[in-house]
């Protein structure tokens, strides 16, 4: 049973860098997508990035300048970094699996338990 | 940046069926994905390259392609299904994914 265990700070000040880790565990890390995607209080979901097999990067258009997201296989471990936070930021994070990707797009099949990270101004 | 668009909320009695669309330009060349949210909950999905159903999901969820428009379909709706569904796919160069803005279906 694949589970994802994400944490972090939840309380972060406007200008501070976010930093949120997503632990893998029941399944392997190697061969995956795994994509961080946020949702603002009553809102939408929002792709923010994934880390593919290969170790390269995408990130959503709006984010890229300020996102970081890594990986530690050696600990099956995920991390994403979000510098320079404003209020706009305050969202449930949660960290996703990829598998059966086809056509530049995966099955987001498996889901960390979100955390809420609230920027106060 | 590149959008998909659907119906922000959509209504039907229990038995009946609900259909809720998606929009896209790039939908025609990337596989679109369903995911349902229930309050406080993490995504699931339900749907996975435009007609797929995932093990476990019942066979009343079905999705469709149809040009720049996906379709996901629950027939028989139960009072379970209600929550908000998300369609999710790529940008027409495949460089980073989109999620819909999300559409409520609530069984009356």
């Known amino acids: 049973q694949v589970q994802l265990q994400q944490w972090g700070a939840g309380l972060l000040r406007a200008s501070e860098t976010l930093s949120l880790n997503c632990a893998v565990y029941g399944g392997s890390f190697s061969g995956y997508y795994w994509s961080w995607i946020r949702q603002p209080p009553g809102k939408g979901l929002e792709w923010i990035g994934e880390?593919?097999?290969?170790?390269?990067?995408n990130y959503n258009p709006s984010l890229k300048s300020r996102v970081t997201i890594s990986a530690d296989t050696s600990k099956n471990q995920l991390s994403l970094k979000l510098s320079s936070v404003t209020a706009a930021d305050t969202a449930v994070y949660y960290c996703?699996?990829?598998?059966?990707?086809?056509?530049?797009?995966?099955?987001?099949?498996?889901w960390g338990q979100g955390t809420l990270v609230t920027v106060s101004s | 940046s590149y959008e998909l668009t659907q119906p922000p909320s959509v209504s039907v009695s229990p038995g009946q069926t609900a259909r809720i669309t998606c929009s896209g330009d790039?939908?025609?060349?990337?596989?679109a994905y369903w995911y349902q949210q229930k309050p406080g909950q993490a995504p699931v999905v339900v749907i996975y390259e435009d007609s797929e159903r995932p093990s476990g999901i019942p066979e009343r969820f079905s999705g469709s392609s149809s040009g720049t428009t996906v379709t996901l379909t629950i027939s028989g709706v139960q009072a379970e299904d209600e929550a908000d569904y998300y369609c999710?796919?790529?940008?027409?160069?495949?460089?980073?994914?989109?999620f819909g803005g999300g559409t409520k279906l609530t069984v009356l």
């Open positions: 790039a939908l025609p060349k990337q596989y």
């Open positions: 996703a699996r990829g598998d059966l990707c086809s056509r530049n797009s995966c099955q987001l099949d498996h």
């Open positions: 880390i593919i097999p290969s170790g390269s990067t």
């Open positions: 999710q796919s790529a940008d027409s160069s495949g460089t980073y994914r989109v």
